[in-house]
């Protein structure tokens, strides 16, 4: 197996605060790779390192598979201008920016795939809607298809099914899968453990430290999920029993 | 049939300095249209006022050390717009301080400067020049300087409208795609002083931002799709310069205030009569859709 990321004993934080400390360990080229833990445990975090959207306080990670400008990364809150006049293709279309640069024409073969890559995550019709209009789960549709055309050999998606309905999950899981086939290394922070047992081959959990990294039914033990929760009692001081009954 | 030839075309045919002056306000209107509606799509409307702002000090300084030269004053107000551009921006970027903040702070400086340059010097400066400009006194030089300009300013926007969409719509998507970002945005605020700087010749600083954002805010009540917008922007510009000269030829008021004022005119009448979000179409919307 070939690597795509090697975390080298990567510490990534915010004002000298680690949020992800000592990291080790290395992603393989196709692999399908859930990573999951509590809030505030560092996971986002890790993606962003990974994308290059933020430099580690201490060791490094090596981008194997590609530079990091060819990493697709889906944010976990995409900062998008909904009242910006643009329409769902102009927008899907921006996922050529790497090969089509400043000048570069659509062509009909990528018109062809805008339309394919609409059709692909069920927004067929919707292409002329402005952006605006879209609901909560047709916008993060509509940014899985930007994803599709940007034809990454690295996929970083960051919770990118919550506060979707189970229709738009499956259908979104279904491209997920779909780029697990094409041998496509994909990495997405999850919250759900029964999608992660289920779609997800590889798990990585992070509670600040790695607790478990490695096949899924293993990461996913009881005890490891007890350690991860301890883990960030330990240091969250937020983190209060509710006295509400 | 005479009547309507004197009324609206005899001007500009017997008069030179009217031709002129509408050659220089159209070029004006041309070029300014497309920034201003990226300047409001950007929600960075106030910000070619601030930068008008920060143009004056360099222009008066210009003024100063070589008198009523237009190469002195279109650098010094170019160098003056450039700087505070960079070095708001660039503090942005840099810090935890936000870009509205972060230019308030670097106009505010430049003006002070400027003024507190001027006033050491002692000298009468009239700056009446620089604060309303002269449409109407526009010589070679500065005509090819403005066509210059716009002619610059339609390919720097034709250039950089993929990546300034980006920046725009989604700026966290375009990060992760490329380093276009920053020069991007830089190069658009060296599109707006450029803009500026060519306005105040005609229009004065006080008075350049009118025709960059008067005729794109009208342009937003009648569509909502942005090529769209850059055309009827466009189209209110010349209109409003057109108009303005005229009115102003036959009132004998100052031309480039009535050229301002028409393009407020079109503003109200566009707000009022607007299909896209204007008060008549909130007052009296149109029944819902079955679906």
Redesign the interface.
């Given at each position: 197996m070939t690597v795509a990321l090697r975390f080298s004993n990567l510490t990534l934080g915010y004002d000298r605060h680690p949020a992800v400390h000592h990291l080790d360990g290395v992603v393989e080229t196709g692999d399908l790779l859930a990573v999951c833990g509590p809030n505030g445990a560092g996971k986002s975090t890790l993606l962003k390192a990974i994308?290059?959207?933020i430099q580690p306080l201490g060791g490094q990670v090596e981008r194997l598979a590609c530079a990091a400008?060819d990493?697709?990364?889906l944010?976990q809150a995409?900062?998008?201008?909904r009242s910006?006049?643009?329409n769902v293709f102009d927008?899907v279309s921006?996922g050529f920016?790497?090969s089509a640069?400043?000048?570069g024409g659509l062509s009909r073969k990528r018109e062809a795939r805008i339309y394919d890559a609409i059709a692909s995550v069920g927004l067929t019709g919707l292409e002329d809607r402005?952006?605006g209009t879209l609901s909560g789960g047709q916008t993060q549709r509509m940014l899985f298809a930007?994803l599709l055309l940007?034809d990454a050999p690295v996929i970083l998606l960051d919770e990118p099914f919550t506060a979707l309905d189970s229709k738009t999950t499956a259908d979104l899981l279904d491209v997920v899968a779909r780029w697990h086939g094409e041998k496509r290394t994909v990495v997405a922070v999850l919250h759900d453990d029964e999608i992660i047992r289920r779609c997800f081959p590889k798990a990585l959990l992070l509670a600040r430290e790695p607790v478990a990294w490695g096949r899924t039914a293993d990461v996913l033990g009881p005890e490891n999920l007890l350690r991860a929760r301890r883990m960030v009692e330990a240091f969250d001081r937020e983190a209060h029993e509710c006295e509400v009954a | 049939m005479s009547g309507l030839h004197d009324l609206l075309f005899a001007p500009f045919a017997d008069f030179e300095f009217m031709r002129r002056a509408l050659v220089g306000a159209m070029a004006l209107a041309l070029a300014g249209a497309p920034v201003g509606v990226f300047l409001i799509l950007r929600r960075m409307s106030l910000t070619g006022d601030a930068m008008a702002h920060a143009i004056l000090p360099g222009a008066a300084i210009g003024y100063l050390l070589a008198g009523l030269s237009l190469g002195a004053m279109t650098a010094g107000g170019m160098i003056a717009g450039f700087v505070v551009a960079i070095a708001s921006g660039a503090v942005a970027r840099a810090t935890a301080l936000r870009e509205d903040a972060s230019l308030a702070a670097f106009y505010l400086i430049s003006l002070a400067l400027g003024v507190t340059i001027v006033s050491l010097r002692g000298s009468n400066v009239d700056l009446m020049h620089v604060l309303f400009g002269n449409v109407l006194a526009l010589d070679d030089a500065t005509l090819l300087l403005l066509a210059a300009i716009a002619s610059l300013t339609l390919l720097g926007l034709a250039a950089l409208y993929r990546p300034l969409v980006m920046e725009t719509v989604d700026p966290l998507f375009l990060a992760s795609v490329s380093r276009a970002g920053a020069p991007t945005q830089l190069m658009f605020l060296g599109l707006v002083v450029m803009n500026l700087v060519a306005a105040f010749h005609a229009l004065g600083t006080l008075m350049a931002v009118g025709l960059m954002m008067l005729p794109a805010a009208s342009a937003r009540f009648w569509s909502a799709d942005i090529s769209r917008m850059v055309v009827i922007a466009a189209g209110l510009g010349l209109a409003s310069a057109y108009l303005g000269l005229t009115l102003s030829y036959h009132s004998g008021a100052p031309s480039g205030p009535l050229v301002i004022l028409v393009a407020g005119a079109f503003y109200l009448l566009s707000l009022v009569l607007g299909p896209a979000g204007g008060l008549i179409r909130l007052l009296r919307p149109r029944r819902h859709l079955e679906a």
């Open positions: 994308a290059g959207a400008q990493i697709a990364y944010p995409a900062e998008i201008d910006f006049p643009i927008l921006m920016w790497r640069g400043l000048f402005p952006i930007r940007q | -």
